[in-house]
C-alpha cells in the first residue's frame, strides 16, 4: 500500500496597520459603513494620480527584516489584470516581478524539535473590496453585496516554500508569522475581521518522493481552526482520490465552514495576469540610510525574548512560550517584574488567574483594569502572609472587575488572613475535639488526616487563617 505524503505551502496575507489607503488619503478604519471610504483612486476611475504610501513600504520593509528576508532594493509596482467584482478597476497593484523581501524563514516547534519553514518572498499590494454573501456560504448564496471600503487597503502577502508538511505545523507556522508581525506593531493581525488572512496551497506525493502533485489552493481562510481542518480534510481528499486511481485536480476551492468540507471554486491550470508595470507609479528606491532606520527599528522578537526569560529569569520552556506568544502579555509580565521580582511565583499568576480573566472576558492585558504595580502588591500580601492563596483569587478577581487597589479590596471585605495564635489556638482545639477519627488517623501515620484537619480549620475561618500557622498549631497540640 503507498504511504502518502502532504506538501503545504501558505499565502498569508496581512493587512498593515496605516491610517490610509496605499495609494490614496481614504481611511483603512474598519467597521466603517459599507462604501463610505472610497475615492476615484481607489476605484481606479480616470485621470487618477495614485501616490505610495511610503509607511505601507516600512511596515512591509519592517516585516521582511523580523522575518530573515533579504530587501530587494530597486522594485516596482506591477498591475496584475484580471476582473472581480470586487475589484471594480480591473486590476489589482502588486509586486510581481519584484517583490520587497526574498529567501527569509521562521522557527517553529514540532515534536521532532526546531524546524525551519522557508519564506520564498514578501511583496506589497493592494487589498481588494469585500463581497458579502446573501446566505451562510458561498457555495449556497443567492446573490452577493459589494463592500469597497476594504479597496486600496495596504497588504504585505508572506509566501512560504513548500516545506510544511502537516496541518499542525501550518498552524505552528502562522501563529510564529503573527507573533512576530504583532511583536513589530506593523498589523493587529486580527483574524476575525480580516486583517491577517491565508490560502493554503497542497498537494499529496508518495512517500519518499521529490516530485510535486497538482496542488489545491484552498481560499481566504480567517481562522486557526479553518486551516487546521480544512488541510486535513483536503490531504485526505486527495489521497483517496488518487487511491481510487483518479487524478488530483489542479483548482482553488472553499472552505464550507458548516459542512467542514472543500469545494470547487474554478480550474487554475493556466493562469494569466497579463502582469505590466503599472505606468502612473514610479519605482520603489531604498537607499543604505533608509534601510539602517528600518532597521534600528527592528524590536526584540518572540523567539529572542522567550530564550531570555528561560536564561535570564530561570522560568521554564512552557512558561516562557506561554508568555512571550502575546507581546501585551510579554510586556504585561515584564512591567509587572519591575515591582515584583518572583519570576517564576509572576509567571504562575499570570498563567492561571489572569490568563482565565482574561480568556473569559475576552479581552486583552491592556484593556484589563489590572495595573501591574497592583499584581505585585497582591503577590507581596501573599508572600508576607497578610493573605491566604485562596483569599488572593477572590482578591484578584476584583480587581479585575473594578480596578481597585489589593489593599482596599482587603480592607473593604475583612479579608485580612488570622495570624493571631491565640485566636486560631482555640479554633483548632474545637476542630481536634470535633474529629476524632481524623485524629486517631494522625497517629496511625495518616499524614491526610492532617490535611483534613486543616482544610477544617481554613472552612471555619472562611480561608482567612494563616495556613502554615494553622499547620504548626495542630501539630504542636496533637504531639501534647
Not at 497593484?93 to 515534536?111: F, M, N
Not at 524539535?113 to 458561498?138: C, N, P, S, Y
Not at 508572506?158 to 510544511?164: L, T, W
Not at 499570570?350 to 475576552?362: D, G, P, R, V, Y
Request: include cysteine; hydrophobic fraction near 35%; charge should be negative.
Amino acid at each position: 500500500m503507498i504511504m502518502y505524503e502532504a506538501v503545504i505551502g501558505l499565502e498569508v496575507h496581512v493587512e498593515l496597520k496605516t491610517e490610509s489607503k496605499i495609494f490614496c488619503g481614504c481611511s483603512t478604519r474598519f467597521g466603517a459603513q459599507a462604501n463610505s471610504q472610497v475615492c476615484p483612486i481607489c476605484l481606479g476611475m480616470p485621470g487618477i494620480l495614485p501616490r505610495l504610501n511610503k509607511q505601507a513600504v516600512e511596515h512591509a520593509m519592517l516585516a521582511c527584516l523580523s522575518l530573515n528576508c533579504d530587501i530587494t532594493r530597486h522594485g516596482r509596482l506591477d498591475r496584475k489584470n484580471y476582473y472581480y467584482a470586487d475589484m471594480p478597476k480591473g486590476y489589482q497593484v502588486s509586486q510581481v516581478h519584484s517583490p520587497i523581501g526574498l529567501r527569509g524563514h521562521v522557527e517553529i516547534e514540532t515534536e521532532e524539535g526546531t524546524k525551519k519553514i522557508g519564506i520564498r518572498q514578501i511583496h506589497l499590494e493592494e487589498d481588494a473590496g469585500k463581497l458579502v454573501h446573501e446566505g451562510e456560504t458561498i457555495s449556497v448564496a443567492q446573490g452577493s453585496l459589494v463592500d469597497l471600503n476594504r479597496t486600496g487597503v495596504p497588504l504585505i502577502e508572506i509566501v512560504s516554500d513548500p516545506d510544511i508538511r502537516t496541518p499542525e505545523e501550518a498552524v505552528a507556522y502562522l501563529d510564529s508569522l503573527k507573533a512576530v508581525l504583532q511583536y513589530i506593531g506593523v498589523s493587529d493581525c486580527k483574524m476575525e475581521e480580516g486583517s491577517l488572512r491565508c490560502d493554503g496551497n497542497i498537494s499529496v506525493r508518495p512517500k519518499g518522493s521529490t516530485e510535486f502533485g497538482p496542488k489545491a489552493e484552498i481560499k481566504n481562510l480567517n481562522s486557526f481552526k479553518s486551516l487546521q481542518k480544512s488541510l486535513e480534510y483536503e490531504i485526505n481528499r486527495q489521497i483517496k482520490t488518487l487511491q481510487k486511481g483518479e487524478k488530483v485536480v489542479q483548482e482553488t476551492r472553499t472552505w464550507d465552514e458548516n459542512k467542514e468540507i472543500t469545494l470547487s471554486l474554478r480550474n487554475k491550470e493556466f493562469p494569466d495576469y497579463r502582469v505590466f508595470a503599472d505606468p502612473e507609479l514610479g519605482y520603489i528606491e531604498i537607499d543604505d540610510a533608509w534601510l539602517e532606520a528600518v532597521k534600528a527599528r527592528v524590536p526584540e522578537l518572540p523567539r529572542a525574548k522567550r530564550q531570555r526569560f528561560i536564561e535570564k529569569l530561570g522560568l521554564p520552556a512552557y512558561d516562557a512560550e506561554i508568555l512571550t506568544k502575546d507581546k501585551e502579555l510579554a510586556g504585561f509580565f515584564e512591567e509587572t517584574l519591575k515591582y515584583y521580582l518572583d519570576a517564576k511565583k509572576l509567571s504562575n499568576w499570570i498563567m492561571a488567574e489572569f490568563m482565565k480573566l482574561l480568556n473569559a472576558s475576552q479581552s486583552t492585558p491592556s484593556q484589563s483594569l489590572v495595573k501591574p504595580e497592583d499584581l505585585a502588591s497582591l503577590l507581596k500580601n501573599i508572600d508576607k502572609g497578610e493573605i491566604s492563596h485562596k483569599i488572593a483569587k477572590s482578591v484578584f478577581d476584583e480587581m479585575f472587575s473594578t480596578g481597585k487597589k489589593p489593599e482596599e479590596i482587603i480592607k473593604e471585605k475583612g479579608y485580612a488572613q488570622i495570624s493571631d495564635q491565640g485566636q486560631l489556638q482555640a479554633i483548632v482545639e474545637k476542630v481536634v475535639a470535633g474529629n476524632p477519627k481524623s485524629v486517631e488517623d494522625y497517629y496511625n501515620g495518616k499524614e491526610k488526616a492532617l490535611g483534613f484537619l486543616v482544610g477544617q480549620i481554613m472552612k471555619e475561618t472562611k480561608g482567612q487563617a494563616n495556613p502554615q500557622l494553622v499547620n504548626d498549631l495542630i501539630k504542636e497540640h496533637l504531639a501534647k
